[in-house]
């Protein structure tokens, strides 16, 4: 009976104590869930406005930007990763710090060329002041990254060592063949050239990282902490030939040194595919170089002169009023129509229709094309709209010039506008409209869009391929075009062109001497033009050369001063005999192609760790280590030299890969 009380006793304590304990944890749950609801319903915003956002923010994490390449796959812009470091003292242990500021001072002294005293003062300021943001260098490459991370103190990190490094993107011309003008820029508010014209494609999408507040002025990342992951851009492979835009662009600076001309462009266009293998504009800088600053190819129209009587003639022809058998006296080279005095610069008598073109007589074009079109102009401004020369031309380049004709309801038309039409002037053209006439006629009367773009790639796998664009299907009949063509021919091998005759290569083209500002006072000025295709009887590139402003003392004539280059860029394009080519890779005056080509060295990542790849070729290593699923930053062009991480160093999948790169 005593143990049964003693146990009833032990039972009631038992239940007292639970039941006090769950009124207790009713409580705490009855105010946890109060608090929650006052939290939630009173001073919330008070909160995130006090606390949350004076202390901390969502900053963007800025996506690297595509890679710029020439279609042989040379880069011809990139993004390199440049490091920004910063330290935290807060976090520098003392012992740490005491043991090894002799040896890091040491260490920055001889990297940054200051006293060792400097930067003990500056730290040991920094460190009572208890900074954890303090600036050290800013925009280091990786070498001096992977340099300066292994000083004392730094190579135990960001924990231990207060080692903070901040990732950004620069952008870099990789190749000194193109320059400014034409790869171009794209800062956010201005656009121009390759990288304004796909800027779309090489743009990635922007990533988000938190910050933590250090001071009134400084913001820390939380340990690259990303809320939302960066996506890089595209590669974009333009069109560009570097071993044609090589040719092309030591032809024109040679010329125009030679020339002592203001600037110059040149255009050199596949035919078959409208594919622009080299695009090249220099001018004279103010100490006499010539550099590639402004695009004249698309931004400038120009009275073109007599490369416009291609055009001109080219009407009569389709439409049937002159064939081979046409004939226009010119006289004494002298002619006044509607008041306006056409003349030309030599000859005189009776030519046919090859030696208009070949001669380039202002006075046979004006002639022919006012007997058959005064009474109806529009009929002959139709033949200029089909080709399209009213029409902005739809590429990807930005900021192409509108092409600006007289036309009869314009103001300034008068009975003599058609007459100056026809032999180049009243009529403002730019240079890549001017090559694209040309080459339909090299296409056999198929105009095609002029492409600056080969294709899209992301991660080794193409995501796009351009193909050639029609714009006008037949130009004019195969009997006009063909005819055309005899004549280009002619004006080379008999003509204003002659002075480029070889029997090497047959050669189709037009030459022109335009003045222009001749309204004003002063020293006449001349751009001096050619434009043509080669070889003559199975085109493969149209070629159009302008050169402005030369020294007429020394000659400005298209035939003296344009003509020559685009004879060299013809004899070493079709001939492939390029510049700077070893001579034992020449054969029969053929470049030997295969000992150009290096095999593309397949890439495995075997048991985790990581390959070697020194010695091999970036452009084909980097694309098989990104399909792999690693992220490379890599900087230059050419042949691997360095590599981090090291050979045989255990990686794992998205792992960051350093790549430094011959120049």
Known sequence: MQKQNEYDNKRKKTLRWGYLFAVVALCVFVLFLTRIVILQNTNVQEIKDDYINKNYREATLKAARGNLFASDGSILATTVMRYDIYLDFKTMKDTVYSNNIGALTDSLSKMFGKSRGEFRQKFDEQRKKKNQYYTLAKGLDFDQYDRIRKFPIFRK?????????????????????????????????????????????????????????????????????????????????????????????????????????????????????????????????????????????????????????????????????????????????????????????????????????????????????????????????????????????????????????????????????????????????????????????????????????????????????????????????????????????????????????????????????????YWLPGPMKYRASFAGFYPADNPKYTCYVMISEPNTAKGFYGGTVSAPVFKEIAGKTFLKTPQNIEKEMLVDRKVNLNKMVEPNVKIAVNNKQMPGVVGLIGKNVIPQLENLGYRVDYKGVGRIKEQFPLEGTSISKNQRIYLSLQN
């Open 157 to 517: 990190g960001k924990n231990k060592g207060g080692f903070i490094v901040d990732r950004n993107y620069k952008r870099e011309l990789a190749t000194s063949e193109i320059g400014a003008g034409t790869i171009g820029m794209d800062n956010g508010e201005y656009r121009s050239g390759l990288e304004g014209a796909f800027s779309k494609y090489l743009t990635g999408t922007d990533g988000k990282r938190l910050e933590q507040r250090i001071n009134s002025s400084q913001w820390k990342p939380i340990d690259f902490w990303k809320v939302q992951e960066p996506v890089d851009g595209e590669d974009v492979y333009t069109t560009l030939d570097l071993r044609i835009q090589d040719i092309a662009h030591s032809a024109l600076e040679k010329q125009l040194i030679n020339f002592e001309a203001k600037h110059g462009t040149v255009i050199v266009m596949e035919v078959e595919t409208g594919k622009v293998r080299a695009l090249v504009n220099l001018r004279r800088t103010d100490s006499g170089d010539y550099e590639d600053s402004y695009n004249y190819a698309l931004k400038d129209n120009i009275e073109p002169g007599s490369t416009f009587k291609t055009i001109s003639l080219l009407a009569a022809m389709d439409d049937g009023f002159i064939d081979e058998n046409t004939t226009v006296n010119v006289g004494n080279g002298v002619w006044t129509y509607a008041k306006q005095r056409i003349s030309d610069g030599h000859g005189g008598g009776t030519y046919d229709i090859s030696d208009v073109l070949a001669k380039s007589s202002n006075v046979g074009t004006a002639k022919l094309i006012t007997k058959y079109y005064a009474d109806k102009p529009q009929i002959f401004l139709d033949h200029l709209k089909r080709w399209k020369l009213f029409d902005k031309m739809d590429i990807e380049l930005p900021g192409i010039a509108k092409p600006k004709i007289v036309t009869p309801e314009n103001k300034r038309w008068n009975a003599a506008t058609l007459a100056s039409i026809a032999y180049g002037y009243s009529s403002n053209i730019n240079l890549l409209q001017l090559t694209t006439f040309y080459n339909g006629v090299a296409n056999g009367g198929k105009m095609l869009k002029p492409l600056f773009i080969d294709k899209i790639m992301k991660d080794g796998k193409v995501m796009y391929e351009a193909k050639p664009e029609v714009m006008v299907n037949k130009m004019a009949s195969e009997k006009a075009v063909k005819m055309m063509t005899s004549a280009l021919t002619k004006a080379v091998e008999k003509g204003t062109g002659r002075s480029i005759f070889t029997p090497n290569l047959k050669m189709a083209g037009k030459t022109g001497t335009a003045r222009f500002e």
